[in-house]
């Protein structure tokens, strides 16, 4: 146990380090530029819908937070919520997450407005809902299936690396990945634990400092996916019905433990640490340096656009 802790306490030094160039700097408060990417707090709750089907005993979730499902504080309140209403029905035993926008992007990662010049009473707020969302989808009892129409990176991806089984489709536009070190910044250290889990470690040590963004074929072959979906073949959402459908014939409770098995120590390294994570988080995020990147970054995704 007294290995884990002091793993631990040695990763999130060396995320510090990576925002410790300016910390905290005054720039921060000054919103001249890029007034546009204002932050956005969302006004209402439909931003997912859950259909539980209780004859075959898997809910399906879709996001649709346009125009890329990106995770506002919002998004990820209502994707927790929607996990737990489905857990709270003893009938439901899977749970497919999928999108549902016609774009069929699963999901930008994070709402990048909540990061650049962020509102710093929201951001404590902001961080603890991903962590929530994190805990919920990767320690849920249901088996889930992330059902991947779209591009998934960063927290996109962190939410397929939630799931029990991933299934893409076979469209070479549709990258996924944890591309946050292209950003400057860093994934925190339970999301890159389970990117290790996932892809092994030099896959991941060298996907993390290249932000590499796979091609559903590349995530096939470093096993970041369990599978493809051709176009013409069954629909992505038939295979995920399949799929849930051979989870459920398992009993749950052999199910949830072995689960427990692979999870359960990062879950409880995580749950121990979380005001430590959110300190840590805020204070490398409004970094100056972390900042300037993240600026530019913005501006290169709507230069890209026009
Ligand atoms: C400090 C420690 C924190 C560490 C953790 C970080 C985890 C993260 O998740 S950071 C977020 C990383 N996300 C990205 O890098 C994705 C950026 N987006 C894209 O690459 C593309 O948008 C896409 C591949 C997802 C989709 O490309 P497509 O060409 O189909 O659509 P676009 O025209 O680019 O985007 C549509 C629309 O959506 C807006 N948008 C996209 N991503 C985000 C985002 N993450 N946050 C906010 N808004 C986003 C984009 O600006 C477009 O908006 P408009 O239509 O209004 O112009």
């Known amino acids: 146990m007294s290995v884990h802790v002091s793993q631990s306490a040695h990763k999130i030094q060396l995320w510090r380090r990576l925002g410790s160039v300016q910390y905290r700097d005054s720039s921060l408060l000054q919103r001249q530029h890029l007034s546009s990417f204002s932050s956005k707090a969302d006004r209402n709750d439909d931003l997912v819908t859950l259909e539980a089907s209780p004859d ?43 999108s549902s926008l016609p774009s069929g992007i699963f999901s930008a990662g994070l709402e990048l407005t909540e990061l650049y010049q962020p509102d710093l009473a929201r951001l404590p707020k902001f961080w603890e809902s991903f962590q929530q969302l994190y805990l919920d989808l990767y320690g849920s009892r249901l088996s889930t299936i992330a059902s991947i129409g779209g591009p998934a990176p960063a927290a996109g991806c962190m939410l397929s690396l939630s799931c029990d089984y991933r299934i893409m489709t076979d469209n070479p536009k549709c990258t996924i990945g944890l591309n946050e070190s292209q950003l400057g910044i860093v994934a925190p250290p339970w999301l890159a634990q389970q990117y290790i ?21 590349q995530a096939l072959t470093v096993g970041l996916v369990d599978e493809l979906v051709c176009s013409g073949d069954s629909s992505i959402d038939e295979m995920a019905q399949r799929k849930a459908a051979e989870f459920i014939r398992i009993p749950p409770k052999a199910r949830v433990a072995a689960k427990e098995l692979t999870r359960g120590t990062q879950i409880a390294k995580l749950s121990g640490n979380r005001e430590e994570d959110t300190e840590f988080f805020c204070s490398f995020v409004t970094t100056d340096t972390v900042q300037k990147t993240l600026g530019s970054y913005l501006e290169m995704l709507a230069k890209r656009k026009k």
């Open 197 to 217: 889990d996932v892809i092994g470690n030099r896959n991941a040590e060298l996907a993390l400092l290249l932000g590499t963004l796979f091609t559903p074929q």
């Open 56 to 98: 075959t005993g898997v809910a399906t979730l879709r996001m649709h937070r346009s125009p890329a499902n990106s995770l506002s504080m919002e998004m990820m309140q209502s994707i927790s919520g929607a996990i737990r209403k489905a857990e709270s029905d003893r009938k439901i035993q899977s749970l497919i997450l999928t």
